[in-house]
Every structure is written in structure tokens, then in C-alpha cells.
């Protein structure tokens, strides 16, 4: 095939962008290497829209041991322990084909993360979909679970927490991010480094085929029409194969066989092998007849761009390719030595005794073009007058029942019970709580991991959207009595080159870094998706969050069920009434516009250390975040799954009933303590300068609201989790 | 008290039943598919996973490995045999116990805690037990249980149902039926009870901080009665 401008703009590559692969390579590439090139300029690969943003983040911090720029991040969990973790998006091949997209999504992560030699312990998943009403919602949501499930059950690695919402810009453009933590040793993390000469480089894990052939690219376009032709481009998963690619990974890893490991993930043996050699600062030269395949007649076009999963790319030591091949023959894996590494710089192929492609590592990497996209500032809108009459109206019973039944907040349980959330014998929290918590095997130790999106207050107003995440990742851990310690981001929008989408991008960017730095609580690595758009239609602009803690001792742990009948409840942060951007706003009042809940770092980081020393003093019998629905939908959730029901008053101060108890502001959590400690932790708040109002006082089975209103908690029980289990059975 | 755990390729509990059989007593080998023979035993585990990816139907290529000839002879000489949900597939598919193991009903893998109830506690699992309902953690796709009429008449003579799904209070209905199982049969025994299979996971079930600790009663139980 002859090479031009068009066949560039065929693979995506823009009309400068083909000049300059020109003008590097000082001619005009063949098939081989335009393929090449379009797989490590795309987007997705590249972050070349991002690049100049991410730089700003804060990633480094006390326990940060690997920042971004690995396969995955890692923070020291102390005594030689460390959590290696990343979350990752699959969101354009899941919308074409939910069960596989999403199951390689999970596959992926993994790899990511056994890459580095960790074993992975918990998975945790942000899924967001189209409306309920939408033709299309019901089986993505489906398929999207299944692939989940199907992948994450057969590796045996617990689904811990997650997070699923429903927003009708998704109905073109479903999000699927997914996430893993692992446990390594500190002095056992393998890196993607490649170094020394002529050192062997190992291909090992299944055959390449011909599927998810330019997925990278494919993910680095908005959808039109004709998506249902890309159906090819996506990858089709094998979990059990790659079960036995960790254990084989793992078992050649407590040897010291390697120096360079990568998985083949997007754009997979291209850009595992680019990698490897540009960090190096070496060439690699590759055999592609040497390459196993599972189809016949492949070109090297379509062996370097293939995405077929479970594959590794490793760099060994001379001498110990038959030890490692003795492995991955155990495991009944392909291995093969495709290749070595050298010190041309370049990235040399050849296939039947022919050079295919000649390319200096560098053009393919430093040399990616990189954009500072125009953008756009979003000025925080103007708050609503909320006119105290149409709340007067309303029957908070009646509008509790409507929010803990709205799918944004109604029980996911239909959800995790078809993940695995226990196997591994260490899931001491599983979903349906503010983190998941897995203990580490064998110790006293604990970690806890949450994910958080908030698209709504993100689409407002960005740079408030972005904090607004971060916090809630940090109230998430802290509720579970975890300390904070770092966190990954999947940063999903719409089209770069869209001014807005682009403006929201660098909005939300910054508040993620605003709020990061303030609570010293880092970004250690992470993933981009753009173009979630379908035509012109971008989704709402969803940074995903996933944060891990620490729980030192993990009998410390704290869990969000009301425990114990006559205990006191307690609202700490102050409750100012803001209800735009809010459930009760956009849902009952159908009110759509305003600025979401501000946030105050200050207070933030004051109220979640505070209530962390009250955790640490076991003065707190349960926690919860006040979230989404504000306090009466985060106190109804504690009493449906602790089976317990409250006396509740407002407080004299402020605002009536409606405002106080749906209001979203930041910053509070629900706190359970027993009527002995309370006043030791009332003072201790007041010492801290914490806000608190006491709510009211644990009973047998009913909600009371300032002695006259009155729900049993079965009834709110049933409103919560029949949404979800109507929905699908329909 | 020696025990041994078959590691086939997808096990994914092997782990954890090597850590449960630990922290009750028993000195447990881990032991690899492909080996020939069992070391000495006094029980062998058939762990819960995906045993060669459940490719082709759940268990079936597990029951062909290598090891399994030496676990089948084991058995038949009256060794306890205890396959725990991946593991009580590949027992059916070795004839070893009757039946077969379908899709659950809904169609979906399903994870939680359910009660069971003990159906006969003639047999070295569940002798002096002192329980007869108790909470157990499921976590399969394919645990509904089915055979024959002629089957099921001549397993229920012989008194080798050994747990059925029922409540907390033990009654045994539909509705406390997770994946559609005949009878809602949860595990069952061979002729002669030194074989058991069932679906749920009791080595998720040895930590308060975990699901729960019926688990740990029944491994206490097992290492009680075989001393």
C-alpha cells in the first residue's frame, strides 16, 4: 500500500501531523510505520491535548513511591509493604460492545497493575450510563456488569466497591473505568525500563490475532452512525488465560530474571515495545515471523497494532530465558524470544529477512506532537432563589422516598452481588458502604478504596466540580476510618477541540490539583478519555476518582450502619442550606441551573482529620459522608442497613426542613456515638473548631422527623433497593 | 491432621482454603494439577475457581487432569473428598457424586451470604456439629443443582443430601433459593458420605471480620471428627 496524506487522515492523523512523521523520519513511512505512528500520536496514547495540563498536578508526597508516567502508581504502606493502583477507562469499546469492552477493561487494569510485580487484591469499577428511559441503557448496564463480573470473578480477585450512575448525556457515550489495587514489597516493583545491550526480549501470554486492531485510535474518536463497523476494533477477553499469565508473571518475578516488563495494552506490541526502549534510552530490533499468532498470513502491519489481550513484553537477563521459559511452559503459556535490545535508539522490525520499519524511538515519543488547545472559562453561575413556598408544598416523606428510590442513589445491590467481593478471604467491607476495605494477607493492616465521580456539580461549574471530587474521595476513606494517602484519576470528556469540553478539561483538572495539593493527597497515576461525544453531543464533563487509604489496625475499621439503640447522631460541618445543583433541585424541584455546593479545603481537611482522631480514639461507633441527597438521605441509608430508626430535629438555626435536611453542602459527615462519649467528642469538636448540630437519638424501627412525621425504615428499605431490581426485570 | 488442596489451572480459592485448613489445625499441601499422585492424606480439597476457564462446561477438564486419577482412587477407598463450588462441579463431572451443576436460574453470577440447613449429620462433615442452620457465603454462576427423579429418589434414601438453602429459621422454600437448584440442594454426598460437594464457600466464613464465623464451626467440627 502506498502511503499519502489521505491514508494519514484515514488513520486518524492529522495533515501537519503527517508532515512532521515526514519531515522526522526525512521520508515518507511505509504502511508499516504510519501504523505505527498513528498508534503512539493518537490521544490516547500521546495525551497530547493533556499533557500540558496533567504536568500541574501534585504527585509526589511522603508515600509516594512511583508517581505517573509507570504502568501504575505506588504509595508505601509501611513494613516494606506497598499498593500499586491506577484506574483506566474503556469507554468507547464498551458502548459498542458492553460485555467485552468492559471485561477487557478489567483485564487491562489488572495487567497494569501484575505488571509491576503486585498482586492484585481488590478491583473497583465507576460506571455511568444513559437515562433509565433510553432504549439503549438497559443492556449496556447488563452487558457492562456481566463483562465486569465475568472478567474480575474468573481472575479471583474481589470487586470491592464502585459507582453507578445514570445522566442522559451518557445515552451516546457510556463510561466504563476500572480500577485495581495490588500488593507488592517494596523492594520487589518491577519497572518498564529497558536496560543493558543485546539483552533478550521475551514475548509471553496468548497469540496475537487480529482483534482490537487500531482500538487506541478507535478510542481517540467521537462516534457517529456507523459505530456499529467498529465492532472489530474491540478486543475480546480471556480471563483465564490471563490467570495464568499472573501466576506465571508472578512466579518468573520472585526470581531475578527480569529487568523490563510491560504489558501490551493499547496499541500493544508498539507501544510496550516504544516504551520500554525510549525510558531505556535504547533501540529494540524484533522479529515478527518470531511473533506467535493465532490467525495465519498476518501482516507485520497487523501484528505490531493488534490489541489481543493477556500479553506481556519482557526484557530478561542473558542466560535465563529457558528458566523463564520452564514457567510460562508450566502455565501453558506462549513464550517466545522475539527479539534483543540495542543501542541504535531505534525501533527496528523485521519480517521474512526484510526491514518493515526503521523508526528513532524518539520522533515516536519526545517528539509527539503535543497541543495547548484553546479553551473556555466557565463563569460560576448565579445562584437560584429558592421560593419558600414550593417547599412549603412539598411532603418531606414524599421527597425522601423519591430520592432514596432515584437511580443515583438507590441500592446498587443488583449490581455487586454478581462480582465476587469476597474471595481472597480478606474483604472485611464490601460494597454498598462509603470504601471497600481489604486487609492486608496476614497483618494487622488494612486498605481502604473508593471512587467517586460528581458530572453534575463538574458541569456547572469545573473548577468547583474538581475539588468537590477529590473531597469526596477523602470523606469516602476517612469514613471508614482509613487515612487518606493518594489517589488515581480517569478523566473522562468530550472533544478536545471543542472550546467548552476542552475549558472543562483544564477546569476540572485544576480543582482536582487544587484539592490534592491542599489535602496532600496526591495523583499517582491515571488515564485520559476524550471524544465521549456521539456526533456533536459531548457527556458531562466526569473525572472519576479512585483514593486509597490506610487503616492501621483494621479492628478500627468503621462501617456506616447505625449500630446500636439510644446512641446519639451528630452532623459535623456546617449545614448552610445549598440546594442548587442538588438531587432535590434537578429532581423535585426540576431546577437545573445554579453553582454546585462550594467547597472549603479548609474546612475539609480540619473536619476529616478531626474525625479521624475520633475514629483512631474509638469514640465513633458508625460514620457516613453526606452526600448526594444531603443528611436525611445519608442518615436513611445508616438506619437501612443497620435496621435502626432515629428521632430526628432540626436544629433552630436556619432554613426550614426541606432545606436543612436535602441541602448539599460539603464537607459533613453523620457520626454515631454512644451517649457516654458524647460529650468527650462534642468537646473535642468544639476544640477543633468543627460545626456539628446534634440530629437526634437512635430507636427500634422508625424515622421520626421533629416528633410529628413518621416513616418506618422497612418502607424506606423498600423505596431504596426495589429501583434497580424493577428496572432490569422489566 | 494432613490435608491436601488441588491447584488446577484457574483455581482461585486454593489460597484461601490452604490459610482456612491452617488456621484450624491442619497440616495442608498445596498440590499441582498435573502430579501424579496425592501426598498421604486425610482430606483432600477440590478448591473453588475456574478450573481451565469453566471452558467447555464448568469442571469437565478438570475431572480429566492428571491428579484426578489418584483423587478418584482416594476416594473410592474411602478417603474424604470435600470440592467446595468449582470443586463440587468437577466432582459431578467425575461421577464421583450424582447430578449435574446448570446455570443459576436468573442467569447471573451471584454473590452473598445465604443460611443452610444440615440435612444429615451421619457422615464425618457435619458429625456433632452443633448447629443445624448455618450461614454460609455463595459465589457462583453455575450452582443449580439438577438430576433425575430416579436420582433424586435414590439420593434422598440414601440420605445424601447434605445441606439445602433455606432460611434463618430453616425452612426450605423457593424463594430462599438462590440459583433454582432441584430441592434447593446446596451440597450432597456420595453412597458411602466420604465424598461431599457443595456449592457454598465455608473457608469464606473463619473471621468475624469476614461474612462471618460459621465457617470456622464447621472446619473445627471437620478436624474434631477425624481425630
Known amino acids: ?512 490539583g487544587e484539592a490534592a495539593e491542599y489535602l496532600n493527597f496526591p495523583v499517582v497515576s491515571g488515564n485520559v478519555s476524550f471524544y465521549n461525544q456521539t456526533k456533536e453531543e459531548g457527556i458531562k464533563p466526569t473525572p472519576s476518582i479512585g483514593g486509597v487509604g490506610l487503616i492501621k489496625d483494621y479492628k478500627k475499621m468503621i462501617t456506616m450502619e447505625f449500630k446500636e439503640k439510644n446512641n446519639i447522631v451528630l452532623v459535623i460541618g456546617k449545614t448552610e442550606g445549598h440546594i442548587d445543583q442538588s438531587l432535590l433541585a434537578r429532581n423535585i424541584l426540576d431546577q437545573k441551573n445554579g453553582p454546585p455546593p462550594e467547597i472549603n479545603l479548609f474546612n475539609e481537611k480540619n473536619i476529616g482529620e478531626t474525625l479521624l482522631k475520633l475514629i483512631d480514639n474509638e469514640y465513633i461507633q458508625s460514620a457516613h459522608d453526606v452526600s448526594l441527597g444531603g443528611i436525611l438521605t445519608a442518615v436513611s441509608k445508616m438506619c437501612i442497613k443497620g435496621n435502626k430508626g432515629i428521632n430526628l430535629k432540626k436544629p433552630k438555626y436556619l432554613i426550614n426542613e426541606i432545606e436543612y435536611f436535602f441541602a448539599e453542602d460539603q464537607g459533613r459527615y453523620i457520626i454515631e456515638v454512644t451517649k457516654k462519649d458524647q460529650k468527650k467528642v462534642t468537646d473535642f469538636l468544639k476544640k477543633n473548631a468543627v460545626h456539628f448540630d446534634e440530629l437526634g437519638t437512635i430507636n427500634e424501627n422508625e424515622l421520626y422527623i421533629n416528633d410529628k412525621t413518621k416513616v418506618t425504615i422497612d418502607e424506606l428499605k423498600t423505596s431504596n433497593k426495589n429501583w434497580l431490581i424493577d428496572y432490569m426485570s422489566k | 491432621m494432613k490435608s491436601s488442596v488441588i491447584t488446577f489451572p484457574g483455581s482461585n480459592c486454593d489460597r484461601d482454603m490452604d490459610v482456612a485448613l491452617k488456621q484450624f489445625g491442619f497440616k495442608n499441601k498445596m498440590v499441582w494439577h498435573n502430579d501424579a499422585e496425592i501426598p498421604k492424606s486425610d482430606l483432600v480439597v477440590l478448591p473453588g475457581g475456574f478450573s481451565y476457564g469453566d471452558y467447555l462446561r464448568c469442571g469437565s477438564m478438570a475431572s480429566k487432569s492428571k491428579i484426578m486419577n489418584s483423587v478418584i482412587n482416594f476416594a473410592k477407598s474411602g478417603g474424604l473428598v470435600m470440592g467446595i463450588c468449582n470443586g463440587f462441579q468437577i466432582l459431578v463431572e467425575t461421577g464421583l457424586v450424582p447430578g449435574v451443576l446448570l446455570r443459576n436460574k436468573y442467569l447471573e453470577f451471584i454473590c452473598k451470604n445465604v443460611f443452610v440447613k444440615i440435612n444429615d449429620k451421619k457422615n464425618t462433615y457435619f458429625k456433632n456439629i452443633n448447629k443445624d442452620i448455618v450461614e454460609f457465603h455463595i459465589a457462583h454462576n453455575e450452582g443449580n443443582y439438577f438430576c433425575t427423579k430416579d436420582q433424586i429418589k435414590e439420593i434422598e434414601d440414601n440420605h445424601q443430601i447434605a445441606i439445602n438453602y433455606c432460611n434463618k429459621d430453616g425452612i426450605i422454600e423457593d424463594q430462599f433459593n438462590p440459583n433454582g437448584s432441584i430441592k434447593n440442594i446446596a451440597g450432597i454426598f456420595n453412597k458411602e458420605k466420604n465424598v461431599l460437594g457443595m456449592m457454598p464457600h465455608p473457608e469464606r466464613m473463619i473471621d468475624s471480620s469476614l461474612s462471618g464465623e460459621d465457617g470456622s464451626l464447621f472446619f473445627k467440627n471437620l478436624i474434631n471428627n477425624l481425630k
Open chain 1, 1 to 512: 500500500m502506498i502511503v499519502n496524506e489521505q491514508v494519514a487522515i484515514d488513520h486518524g492523523l492529522k495533515k501537519d501531523e503527517y508532515a512532521k512523521i515526514c519531515e522526522l523520519l526525512k521520508r515518507i513511512p511505509n504502511i508499516t510505520e504510519l501504523g505505527i505512528f498513528s498508534a503512539m500520536w493518537n490521544e490516547h496514547c500521546s495525551y497530547k491535548s493533556s499533557r500540558l495540563h496533567l504536568k500541574k498536578l501534585p504527585t509526589k508526597g511522603k508515600q509516594v513511591i512511583q508517581g505517573p508516567g509507570e504502568n501504575a502508581g505506588v504509595i508505601d504502606i509501611e513494613d516494606n509493604d506497598a499498593i500499586v493502583f491506577k484506574i483506566e477507562s474503556h469507554n468507547h469499546p464498551s458502548f459498542i460492545e458492553p460485555y467485552q469492552g468492559a471485561a477487557t477493561g478489567v483485564g487491562g487494569i489488572m495487567r497494569d497493575v501484575f505488571t509491576m510485580g503486585a498482586r492484585p487484591i481488590a478491583n473497583l469499577n465507576s460506571i455511568h450510563f444513559g437515562s433509565p428511559q433510553h432504549k439503549k441503557t438497559k443492556n449496556l448496564l447488563r452487558g457492562v456488569v456481566h463483562g465486569i463480573g465475568g472478567y474480575g470473578n474468573c481472575m479471583g480477585v474481589p470487586t470491592i466497591a464502585g459507582q453507578t450512575s445514570f445522566d442522559s448525556s451518557y445515552n451516546g457515550n457510556i463510561l466504563v473505568n476500572a480500577m485495581t489495587l495490588g500488593l507488592v514489597k517494596k523492594d520487589k516493583i518491577f519497572y518498564s525500563k529497558a536496560a543493558g545491550l543485546n539483552k533478550p526480549v521475551i514475548y509471553v501470554g496468548s497469540k496475537t490475532g487480529r482483534d482490537g486492531i487500531h482500538g487506541a485510535s478507535m478510542a481517540s474518536a467521537s462516534f457517529d452512525e456507523k459505530i456499529e463497523e467498529k465492532k472489530p476494533t474491540v478486543q475480546v477477553g480471556d480471563p483465564f488465560t490471563e490467570k495464568l499469565l499472573l501466576e506465571a508473571c508472578l512466579e518468573l518475578m520472585s526470581g531475578d530474571s527480569i529487568i523490563a516488563i510491560q504489558d501490551m495494552g493499547a496499541a500493544g506490541l508498539t507501544s510496550s515495545s516504544i516504551e520500554m526502549a525510549s525510558k531505556g534510552n535504547l533501540g529494540i530490533e524484533i522479529n515478527l515471523n518470531k511473533v506467535p499468532c493465532r490467525e495465519s498470513k498476518m501482516t507485520p502491519y497487523e501484528i505490531m497494532l493488534s490489541e489481543s489481550q493477556e500479553r506481556m513484553l519482557i526484557v530478561l537477563e542473558n542466560g535465563k530465558e529457558e528458566h523463564a521459559k520452564k514457567i510460562f511452559d508450566k502455565w501453558n503459556l506462549d513464550f517466545a524470544v522475539i527479539g534483543k535490545t540495542t543501542k541504535s535508539k531505534k525501533i527496528e522490525l523485521y519480517f521474512d529477512n526484510q526491514q518493515v520499519a526503521n523508526i528513532p524511538v524518539n520522533t515516536l515519543v519526545e517528539n509527539s506532537p503535543m497541543y495547548d488547545r484553546k479553551w473556555k472559562k466557565t463563569k460560576l453561575p448565579k445562584k437560584n432563589k429558592i421560593k419558600r413556598g414550593d417547599l412549603k408544598n412539598l411532603k418531606i416523606i414524599d421527597v425522601l422516598k423519591k430520592v432514596l428510590a432515584n437511580p443515583n442513589v438507590c441500592s446498587k445491590e443488583w449490581i455487586w452481588q454478581q462480582y465476587d467481593h469476597t474471595v481472597m478471604g480478606d474483604t472485611i467491607q464490601k460494597p454498598g458502604g462509603d470504601s471497600g476495605v481489604v486487609r492486608v494477607h496476614g497483618t494487622n493492616k488494612a486498605v481502604a478504596a473508593s471512587v467517586d465521580s460528581s458530572a453534575v456539580y463538574c458541569w456547572a461549574h469545573p473548577l468547583t466540580g474538581g475539588k468537590q471530587v477529590v473531597c469526596e474521595s477523602f470523606r469516602n476513606l476517612i469514613s471508614v476510618g482509613a487515612k487518606p494517602i493518594a489517589i488515581t484519576n480517569c478523566l473522562n470528556f468530550g472533544s478536545p477541540e471543542n472550546y467548552e469540553n476542552m475549558g472543562e478539561f483544564v477546569e476540572c483538572v485544576q480543582g482536582i
